[in-house]
């Protein structure tokens, strides 16, 4: 197995993407620590390791919070006094109702052959409680970790962190200027500290998943996901599965001469 004794932290391990990677991580060996801002979630990807004869332990926290980050970290390396893997995948999507509403019109007037017309109103409206928290979720998140794992990375001369970015983060995605400022901000960071941990034999990649079918795109209405079909060559939604092939095998040696690249599996809807 690919990673066996090896110790993994995967944030936002409760659900979706997060729980696909861990499932899969524990699956070839390695130790996992299930990270989720819901205690319940992160106790049930847990439950889904053991239930395989993994071995995995819950650490709830908001990854927002660095003191929590910190308090986190202490828990698990504690019991484990390493960390080989960090998948920063914690992640939110907040849209308002009226964005929603508006999309829905545009959707609309681009089936009746028209040129939209309608104001999606998301960047004009958005209230800053909501900007600096998604900032905080994923950028600060990502920070606060990345920051706690490299002080054992370091000392250890070895490490893999994977970024969960997003195709908002490439190419923006129109509704949603904070999701896509902080994913593109998270691209940067990857590039940034992949540089300054290489001459360690530490790699630092990202991930930027096209339209992916988890619970987060059930904020979306109907008309909103065709859409995005419409935009996707492939005509489909991509698996969690898909995206967990990706992150494991970024986390694995055959990726041991890859570090600062955005790996972006999304079905053609950037090519």
Same mark, same amino acid.
């Given at each position: 197995?690919?990673?066996?004794?090896?110790?993994?932290?995967?944030?936002?391990?409760?659900?979706?993407?997060?729980?696909?990677? *861990?499932?899969?991580?524990?699956?070839?060996?390695? @130790?996992?620590?299930?990270?989720?801002?819901?205690?319940?979630?992160?106790?049930?990807?847990?439950?889904?390791?053991?239930?395989? =004869?993994?071995?995995?332990?819950?650490?709830?926290?908001?990854?927002?919070?660095?003191?929590?980050?910190?308090?986190?970290?202490?828990?698990?390396?504690?019991?484990?006094?390493?960390?080989?893997?960090?998948?920063?995948? &914690?992640?939110?999507?907040?849209?308002?109702? =009226?964005?929603?509403?508006?999309?829905?019109?545009? &959707?609309?007037?681009?089936?009746?052959?028209?040129?939209?017309?309608?104001? @999606?109103?998301?960047?004009?409206?958005?209230?800053?409680?909501?900007?600096?928290?998604? @900032?905080?979720? =994923?950028?600060?998140?990502?920070? =606060?970790?990345?920051?706690?794992?490299?002080?054992? #990375?370091?000392?250890?001369?070895?490490?893999?962190?994977?970024?969960?970015?997003?195709?908002?983060?490439?190419?923006?995605?129109?509704?949603?200027?904070?999701?896509?400022?902080?994913?593109?901000?998270?691209?940067?960071?990857?590039?940034?500290?992949?540089?300054?941990?290489?001459?360690?034999?530490?790699?630092?990649?990202?991930?930027?998943?096209?339209?992916?079918?988890?619970?987060?795109?059930?904020?979306?209405?109907? &008309? #909103?996901?065709?859409?995005?079909?419409?935009?996707?060559?492939?005509?489909?939604?991509?698996?969690?599965?898909?995206?967990?092939?990706? *992150?494991?095998? @970024?986390?694995?040696?055959?990726?041991?001469?890859?570090?600062?690249?955005?790996?972006?599996?999304?079905?053609?809807?950037?090519?």
């Amino acid at each position: 197995m690919r990673f066996e004794g090896k110790v993994a932290l995967v944030t936002g391990g409760g659900s979706g993407i997060g729980r696909a990677i *861990a499932l899969g991580l524990a699956a070839e060996g390695a @130790l996992v620590a299930v990270n989720d801002i819901r205690p319940e979630a992160a106790a049930d990807t847990v439950a889904a390791i053991e239930a395989a =004869h993994g071995r995995a332990m819950a650490v709830p926290a908001d990854v927002a919070d660095g003191r929590a980050t910190l308090k986190m970290f202490t828990r698990f390396l504690t019991t484990w006094n390493t960390l080989d893997i960090l998948v920063n995948n &914690a992640g939110a999507l907040f849209m308002a109702p =009226h964005v929603i509403a508006a999309f829905e019109a545009m &959707a609309g007037e681009v089936q009746a052959g028209r040129r939209p017309t309608q104001p @999606l109103g998301a960047t004009s409206t958005m209230e800053d409680g909501v900007w600096r928290r998604t @900032l905080a979720i =994923h950028v600060d998140g990502t920070f =606060h970790c990345t920051r706690e794992a490299l002080k054992v #990375m370091e000392a250890c001369r070895r490490g893999k962190i994977i970024n969960m970015a997003s195709v908002a983060g490439t190419s923006g995605l129109a509704g949603a200027p904070d999701y896509s400022a902080a994913k593109g901000a998270i691209i940067a960071f990857t590039k940034s500290v992949a540089k300054e941990v290489a001459h360690l034999g530490i790699q630092v990649n990202a991930i930027a998943p096209g339209f992916i079918d988890t619970p987060l795109l059930e904020i979306l209405s109907p &008309a #909103m996901t065709a859409m995005a079909l419409a935009q996707t060559p492939l005509g489909r939604l991509g698996t969690v599965a898909e995206i967990a092939a990706a *992150a494991l095998y @970024l986390a694995a040696p055959e990726a041991d001469f890859i570090t600062g690249q955005v790996l972006s599996p999304n079905g053609g809807y950037v090519i």
